[in-house]
Protein backbone atom coordinates (compact mmCIF):
# COMPACT_ATOMS: atom_id res chain seq x y z
CA UNK A 1 0.00 0.00 0.00
CA UNK A 2 2.59 2.41 1.29
CA UNK A 3 4.90 1.63 -1.74
CA UNK A 4 1.68 2.73 -4.30
CA UNK A 5 1.33 5.62 -2.70
CA UNK A 6 5.68 6.96 -3.12
CA UNK A 7 4.80 5.92 -6.80
CA UNK A 8 2.47 9.06 -7.11
CA UNK A 9 5.02 11.20 -5.45
CA UNK A 10 6.21 13.16 -8.61
CA UNK A 11 9.99 13.78 -8.23
CA UNK A 12 9.42 17.07 -10.45
CA UNK A 13 7.31 18.72 -7.78
CA UNK A 14 9.96 17.59 -5.79
CA UNK A 15 10.44 20.96 -4.81
CA UNK A 16 9.44 24.44 -3.70
CA UNK A 17 9.48 26.80 -6.66
CA UNK A 18 8.14 24.02 -8.81
CA UNK A 19 5.79 23.68 -6.71
CA UNK A 20 4.68 27.01 -6.02
CA UNK A 21 4.62 27.12 -10.06
CA UNK A 22 1.82 24.30 -9.99
CA UNK A 23 -0.22 25.55 -7.26
CA UNK A 24 -0.22 29.15 -8.92
CA UNK A 25 -1.19 27.91 -11.84
CA UNK A 26 -3.57 25.29 -11.15
CA UNK A 27 -6.01 28.07 -9.89
CA UNK A 28 -5.23 30.67 -12.37
CA UNK A 29 -5.94 30.58 -16.40
CA UNK A 30 -2.36 31.47 -16.69
CA UNK A 31 0.18 33.75 -15.02
CA UNK A 32 3.30 36.11 -16.16
CA UNK A 33 6.56 35.29 -15.11
CA UNK A 34 6.68 38.34 -12.50
CA UNK A 35 3.80 37.71 -11.00
CA UNK A 36 5.04 34.11 -10.34
CA UNK A 37 8.37 35.81 -9.37
CA UNK A 38 6.72 38.31 -6.83
CA UNK A 39 4.52 35.07 -5.18
CA UNK A 40 7.19 32.61 -4.87
CA UNK A 41 9.94 35.41 -3.86
CA UNK A 42 12.10 33.90 -6.29
CA UNK A 43 14.95 35.45 -8.05
CA UNK A 44 15.05 35.52 -12.43
CA UNK A 45 17.49 32.57 -12.84
CA UNK A 46 16.33 30.28 -9.97
CA UNK A 47 12.92 30.36 -11.59
CA UNK A 48 13.74 30.40 -15.08
CA UNK A 49 15.62 26.75 -14.76
CA UNK A 50 12.71 25.21 -12.63
CA UNK A 51 10.01 26.85 -15.35
CA UNK A 52 12.46 25.10 -18.14
CA UNK A 53 12.45 22.03 -15.95
CA UNK A 54 8.24 21.41 -15.75
CA UNK A 55 8.45 22.53 -19.54
CA UNK A 56 10.37 19.76 -20.66
CA UNK A 57 7.87 17.93 -18.79
CA UNK A 58 5.27 18.98 -20.68
CA UNK A 59 3.42 19.99 -17.43
CA UNK A 60 3.33 23.64 -18.51
CA UNK A 61 2.65 25.37 -21.52
CA UNK A 62 5.23 28.98 -22.23
CA UNK A 63 2.88 31.43 -24.38
CA UNK A 64 4.82 34.45 -26.06
CA UNK A 65 3.17 37.39 -27.54
CA UNK A 66 3.69 40.83 -27.89
CA UNK A 67 1.68 43.57 -26.12
CA UNK A 68 2.35 46.61 -28.01
CA UNK A 69 6.09 46.30 -28.47
CA UNK A 70 7.04 44.54 -25.60
CA UNK A 71 7.30 41.03 -25.20
CA UNK A 72 5.04 39.42 -22.47
CA UNK A 73 5.44 35.81 -21.36
CA UNK A 74 2.70 33.69 -20.06
CA UNK A 75 2.77 30.52 -18.27
CA UNK A 76 -0.57 27.86 -17.92
CA UNK A 77 -0.76 24.66 -16.69
CA UNK A 78 -1.38 22.28 -19.89
CA UNK A 79 -3.71 18.84 -19.51
CA UNK A 80 -1.03 16.59 -18.47
CA UNK A 81 0.36 18.87 -15.63
CA UNK A 82 -2.96 19.75 -13.77
CA UNK A 83 -3.54 15.74 -13.54
CA UNK A 84 -0.28 14.65 -12.88
CA UNK A 85 -0.47 17.70 -9.87
CA UNK A 86 -3.82 16.24 -8.63
CA UNK A 87 -1.72 12.54 -7.90
CA UNK A 88 0.80 14.39 -6.54
CA UNK A 89 -1.41 16.03 -4.12
CA UNK A 90 -3.60 13.52 -3.12
CA UNK A 91 -0.70 11.04 -2.46
CA UNK A 92 0.54 14.09 -0.44
CA UNK A 93 -2.82 13.85 1.43
CA UNK A 94 -2.69 9.62 1.98
CA UNK A 95 0.42 10.01 3.33
CA UNK A 96 -0.24 12.31 5.85
CA UNK A 97 -3.35 10.38 6.84
CA UNK A 98 -1.34 7.27 7.21
CA UNK B 1 10.99 13.71 3.53
CA UNK B 2 9.04 13.21 6.83
CA UNK B 3 5.06 13.84 7.74
CA UNK B 4 5.74 17.20 9.07
CA UNK B 5 7.24 18.15 5.44
CA UNK B 6 4.47 16.94 2.84
CA UNK B 7 2.31 18.78 5.75
CA UNK B 8 4.01 22.00 4.85
CA UNK B 9 3.88 21.06 1.43
CA UNK B 10 0.59 21.28 1.12
CA UNK B 11 -0.04 24.41 3.51
CA UNK B 12 2.04 26.43 1.18
CA UNK B 13 0.14 25.12 -1.97
CA UNK B 14 -3.02 26.07 -0.86
CA UNK B 15 -1.49 29.26 1.04
CA UNK B 16 -0.23 30.21 -3.11
CA UNK B 17 -3.60 28.87 -4.49
CA UNK B 18 -5.33 31.61 -2.56
CA UNK B 19 -2.95 34.29 -2.24
CA UNK B 20 -3.00 34.11 -6.40
CA UNK B 21 -6.71 33.96 -6.58
CA UNK B 22 -8.37 35.54 -4.37
CA UNK B 23 -8.22 39.49 -3.12
CA UNK B 24 -8.50 38.99 0.60
CA UNK B 25 -7.77 42.26 2.15
CA UNK B 26 -11.15 43.42 2.24
CA UNK B 27 -12.05 44.88 5.44
CA UNK B 28 -14.97 43.75 7.64
CA UNK B 29 -15.12 47.37 9.60
CA UNK B 30 -16.32 48.48 5.83
CA UNK B 31 -19.08 46.40 5.96
CA UNK B 32 -20.05 47.60 9.19
CA UNK B 33 -20.10 51.08 8.18
CA UNK B 34 -22.32 50.75 4.86
CA UNK B 35 -24.24 49.36 7.16
CA UNK B 36 -24.63 51.82 9.16
CA UNK B 37 -24.65 54.61 6.53
CA UNK B 38 -27.53 52.11 4.88
CA UNK B 39 -29.57 52.52 8.57
CA UNK B 40 -29.04 56.45 8.32
CA UNK B 41 -30.28 57.07 4.32
CA UNK B 42 -33.03 54.61 5.33
CA UNK B 43 -34.16 56.43 8.29
CA UNK B 44 -34.07 60.16 6.40
CA UNK B 45 -36.11 58.32 3.52
CA UNK B 46 -38.51 57.01 5.95
CA UNK B 47 -38.75 60.46 7.77
CA UNK B 48 -39.64 62.78 4.17
CA UNK B 49 -42.29 59.84 3.20
CA UNK B 50 -43.73 59.87 7.00
CA UNK B 51 -43.65 63.59 7.14
CA UNK B 52 -44.55 65.23 3.68
CA UNK B 53 -46.80 62.79 2.43
CA UNK B 54 -49.03 60.67 2.97
CA UNK B 55 -48.11 57.51 2.28
CA UNK B 56 -48.01 58.12 -1.61
CA UNK B 57 -45.11 58.65 -3.74
CA UNK B 58 -44.92 60.74 -6.54
CA UNK B 59 -42.19 59.43 -9.35
CA UNK B 60 -41.27 63.24 -10.21
CA UNK B 61 -42.03 64.56 -6.74
CA UNK B 62 -39.18 66.11 -4.46
CA UNK B 63 -39.50 63.66 -2.01
CA UNK B 64 -38.81 61.32 -4.68
CA UNK B 65 -35.86 62.92 -5.86
CA UNK B 66 -34.76 63.54 -2.20
CA UNK B 67 -34.74 59.76 -1.57
CA UNK B 68 -32.91 59.00 -4.42
CA UNK B 69 -30.26 61.30 -3.54
CA UNK B 70 -30.00 59.75 -0.15
CA UNK B 71 -29.73 56.42 -1.79
CA UNK B 72 -26.77 57.73 -4.26
CA UNK B 73 -25.37 58.99 -1.12
CA UNK B 74 -25.85 55.92 0.95
CA UNK B 75 -23.81 53.86 -2.17
CA UNK B 76 -21.04 56.74 -2.58
CA UNK B 77 -20.21 56.57 0.81
CA UNK B 78 -20.21 53.05 1.45
CA UNK B 79 -18.11 52.56 -1.68
CA UNK B 80 -15.48 55.11 -0.36
CA UNK B 81 -15.24 53.95 3.11
CA UNK B 82 -14.85 50.55 1.34
CA UNK B 83 -11.65 51.66 -0.77
CA UNK B 84 -10.16 53.39 1.88
CA UNK B 85 -10.44 50.97 4.69
CA UNK B 86 -9.33 47.94 2.33
CA UNK B 87 -6.58 49.95 0.87
CA UNK B 88 -5.42 50.66 4.72
CA UNK B 89 -5.64 46.60 5.68
CA UNK B 90 -3.66 45.89 1.75
CA UNK B 91 -1.05 48.40 3.64
CA UNK B 92 -1.08 46.78 7.28
CA UNK B 93 -0.76 42.85 5.16
CA UNK B 94 1.92 44.20 3.01
CA UNK B 95 -0.22 43.15 -0.48
CA UNK B 96 -0.45 45.33 -3.20
CA UNK B 97 -4.14 47.14 -3.77
CA UNK B 98 -4.17 46.92 -7.39
CA UNK B 99 -3.29 43.95 -8.48
CA UNK B 100 -5.08 40.80 -11.12
CA UNK B 101 -6.31 39.57 -7.86
CA UNK B 102 -8.59 42.69 -6.94
CA UNK B 103 -8.87 43.53 -10.45
CA UNK B 104 -10.75 40.37 -11.36
CA UNK B 105 -12.17 41.00 -7.85
CA UNK B 106 -13.60 44.42 -8.81
CA UNK B 107 -14.75 43.25 -12.53
CA UNK B 108 -16.87 40.32 -11.30
CA UNK B 109 -18.35 42.29 -8.80
CA UNK B 110 -19.83 45.27 -11.07
CA UNK B 111 -21.16 43.11 -13.71
CA UNK B 112 -24.26 41.91 -12.11
CA UNK B 113 -23.80 45.46 -10.32
CA UNK B 114 -24.31 47.71 -13.06
CA UNK B 115 -26.95 45.47 -15.10
CA UNK B 116 -29.16 45.62 -12.10
CA UNK B 117 -28.70 49.75 -11.57
CA UNK B 118 -29.67 50.01 -15.50
CA UNK B 119 -32.60 47.62 -15.12
CA UNK B 120 -33.79 48.89 -11.66
CA UNK B 121 -33.76 52.69 -13.80
CA UNK B 122 -35.45 51.56 -16.34
CA UNK B 123 -38.66 49.94 -14.62
CA UNK B 124 -38.50 53.20 -12.45
CA UNK B 125 -39.09 55.13 -15.59
CA UNK B 126 -42.07 52.85 -16.49
CA UNK B 127 -43.30 53.74 -12.99
CA UNK B 128 -42.79 50.35 -11.93
CA UNK B 129 -41.51 51.33 -8.13
CA UNK B 130 -42.36 48.82 -6.18
CA UNK B 131 -39.94 46.15 -7.18
CA UNK B 132 -36.85 48.35 -6.66
CA UNK B 133 -35.84 47.31 -3.07
CA UNK B 134 -36.40 43.44 -4.34
CA UNK B 135 -34.23 44.01 -7.46
CA UNK B 136 -31.80 46.17 -5.92
CA UNK B 137 -31.14 43.04 -3.26
CA UNK B 138 -31.53 41.07 -6.03
CA UNK B 139 -28.65 41.83 -8.30
CA UNK B 140 -26.33 43.03 -4.67
CA UNK B 141 -26.76 39.52 -3.99
CA UNK B 142 -25.69 37.72 -7.08
CA UNK B 143 -22.70 40.53 -7.21
CA UNK B 144 -21.66 39.25 -3.95
CA UNK B 145 -21.86 35.23 -4.91
CA UNK B 146 -20.05 36.21 -8.39
CA UNK B 147 -17.19 37.62 -6.71
CA UNK B 148 -17.21 35.23 -3.89
CA UNK B 149 -14.95 33.15 -6.25
CA UNK B 150 -12.31 36.10 -6.14
CA UNK B 151 -12.63 36.78 -2.25
CA UNK B 152 -13.07 35.89 0.96
CA UNK B 153 -15.30 32.47 0.40
CA UNK B 154 -17.69 33.72 3.82
CA UNK B 155 -19.14 37.18 1.40
CA UNK B 156 -20.89 34.10 -0.84
CA UNK B 157 -23.30 33.56 2.28
CA UNK B 158 -24.53 36.90 2.80
CA UNK B 159 -25.13 37.15 -1.03
CA UNK B 160 -27.26 33.99 -0.69
CA UNK B 161 -29.36 36.42 2.14
CA UNK B 162 -29.65 39.13 0.06
CA UNK B 163 -31.07 37.22 -2.88
CA UNK B 164 -33.43 35.74 -0.59
CA UNK B 165 -34.78 38.60 0.64
CA UNK B 166 -35.06 40.39 -2.82
CA UNK B 167 -37.67 37.64 -3.61
CA UNK B 168 -39.89 37.91 -0.82
CA UNK B 169 -39.39 41.04 -1.84
CA UNK B 170 -40.15 40.84 -5.39
CA UNK B 171 -43.24 38.62 -4.44
CA UNK B 172 -44.49 41.00 -0.70
CA UNK B 173 -43.59 44.83 -2.58
CA UNK B 174 -45.13 46.31 0.39
CA UNK B 175 -42.60 44.74 2.34
CA UNK B 176 -39.77 46.24 0.09
CA UNK B 177 -38.47 49.01 2.47
CA UNK B 178 -38.01 47.06 5.49
CA UNK B 179 -36.54 43.90 3.65
CA UNK B 180 -34.09 46.77 1.96
CA UNK B 181 -33.53 48.03 5.92
CA UNK B 182 -32.71 44.20 6.86
CA UNK B 183 -30.50 43.29 4.14
CA UNK B 184 -28.53 46.48 3.78
CA UNK B 185 -28.72 47.78 6.75
CA UNK B 186 -28.91 45.20 9.55
CA UNK B 187 -27.56 42.28 7.13
CA UNK B 188 -24.44 44.57 6.26
CA UNK B 189 -23.82 45.48 9.90
CA UNK B 190 -23.93 41.66 11.44
CA UNK B 191 -21.73 40.18 8.62
CA UNK B 192 -19.62 43.04 9.03
CA UNK B 193 -18.78 42.40 12.76
CA UNK B 194 -18.34 38.74 11.94
CA UNK B 195 -15.52 38.80 9.50
CA UNK B 196 -14.07 41.83 11.46
CA UNK B 197 -13.80 39.48 14.50
CA UNK B 198 -12.59 36.36 12.22
CA UNK B 199 -10.30 37.96 10.35
CA UNK B 200 -8.94 41.67 11.25
CA UNK B 201 -8.82 40.75 14.96
CA UNK B 202 -5.51 38.32 15.18
Redesign the interface.
Known amino acids: MSKNIIQHINKIFDH ?1 IR ?2 IM ?2 L ?3 DY ?1 EFN ?1 LKE ?2 GATDGNLASHIKALEKAEFIIIEKQFIGKKPNTRYSASTLGKAEFKKH ?1 QA ?2 K ?2 K ?1 | MTQQDYLKDLSEIKDLMNKSSRFISLSGLSGILAGTYALIGAAIAYWLVTTYSNGVLILDGWIFRSCLLTLVLVAAFSIITGILLTTRKAKKQGTKIWDSTSKRLVLNFIIPLVVGGLYILIILSQGKYGQSGGLMLIFYGLALVNASKYSIGDIRYLGYIQIFLGLIGAWQPGFGFWLWVLGFGVMHIIYGSWMHFKYDIK
Open positions: RLGSIMVNATLLLLELIQ
